[in-house]
């Protein structure tokens, strides 16, 4: 993939670890020559993103809450007086009460529904208002999002019930700025270990589910998605808007297993 993103700038929002996906997303883009800015939440994640940042050449990290309005607009004034259009984003931000990612999803507050919905939502909207108008050759943009969009998953609740609404406003999206040039899909990632994972009840037991039932009989890696990711952000994928493409290892394909399925 070396030189495919070339010439490419683009934003990556919601690096919070190595275990980030935003980090192996980067890495993919990175590797094939996209020059990177970060965004992080609050000043406690900056320690651990600027050298993460370092690694891949790149000095620009840049604080944004996407819950504050303001605070998304100085990102991208900074962005804009730094390098003046914009190539790529990607949005790997998720956010609920982990007190309601266990139980019941009829039990959620209208509190925490709102809240998820905004921060895991809108503020994907939210960003592209931004991100469009430094998009002037076109663009790509990329949100990541779960299965438990489309089918009941354990312990996800309100988080299923806030990627449905993602993966629509991609759909709007890609309608709303193709035009420009700019192309506007999502990834469905299987289950990864990561910080925001974690807050998931039972965590572990959807790790182990998928592993045993998709049919590559693994899970994927943040690299898997990473490639996927550069597929999508690049010029290989210019055809493709509004698009979900799961990154599952073949998960969402299943109904049901063989009685005499030999693993399970
Ligand atoms: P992560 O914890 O590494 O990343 C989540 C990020 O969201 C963090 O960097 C956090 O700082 C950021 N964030 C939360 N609230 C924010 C706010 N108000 N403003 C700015 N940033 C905020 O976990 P991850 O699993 O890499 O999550 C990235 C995305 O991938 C999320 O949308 C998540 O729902 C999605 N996803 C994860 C999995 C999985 O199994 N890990 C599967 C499918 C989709």
């Known amino acids: ?52 940042a370092a690694q891949l050449g790149s000095d620009i990290v840049l604080p944004c809450d996407v819950g504050d309005e303001a605070s998304i607009d100085t990102l991208f ?25 266990r139980g019941r999803y009829v039990d959620t507050s209208r509190g925490n529904f709102n809240l998820t919905m905004d921060i895991s939502v809108y503020s994907f909207t939210a960003v592209m208002q931004r991100a469009e108008k430094l ?14 969009a489309e089918q009941v998953m354990p312990h996800y609740n309100v988080m299923g019930v806030a990627k449905a609404a993602l993966e629509a406003s991609v759909k709007y999206l890609a309608e709303d700025l193709g035009k420009d040039g700019i192309r506007v899909n999502s990834i469905s990632a299987g289950p ?44 290989l994928g210019a055809g493709v808007t509004g698009e979900n493409l799961h990154v599952d290892a073949g998960y969402h394909v299943v109904g049901m297993k063989a009685v005499d399925a030999p693993d399970v």
């Open 1 to 52: 993939a070396d030189g495919l993103m070339a010439g490419k700038r683009g934003l990556i929002m919601g690096l919070a670890n190595d275990k980030s996906i935003a980090w192996g997303i980067a890495r993919a883009l990175s590797g094939a020559g996209a020059e990177l800015a970060f965004s992080y939440q609050g000043e406690a994640l900056r320690k651990r993103v600027d050298p993460l």
């Open 77 to 101: 004034a900074a962005l804009r007086d730094r390098w003046g259009k914009l190539d790529f984003v990607v949005h790997a931000i998720g956010f609920s009460d982990k007190n309601e990612l």
């Open 135 to 148: 998009m002037t050759d076109g663009g790509s943009a990329l949100t990541l999002t779960y299965y438990g």
């Open 192 to 235: 990864i270990k990561t910080l925001a994972a974690s807050g998931i009840g039972d965590f572990r037991y959807i790790m182990k589910w998928n592993e045993l039932n998709a049919p590559l009989r693994r899970n994927v890696t943040i690299d898997d998605v990473g490639g996927s990711a550069l597929y999508l952000l690049s010029d």
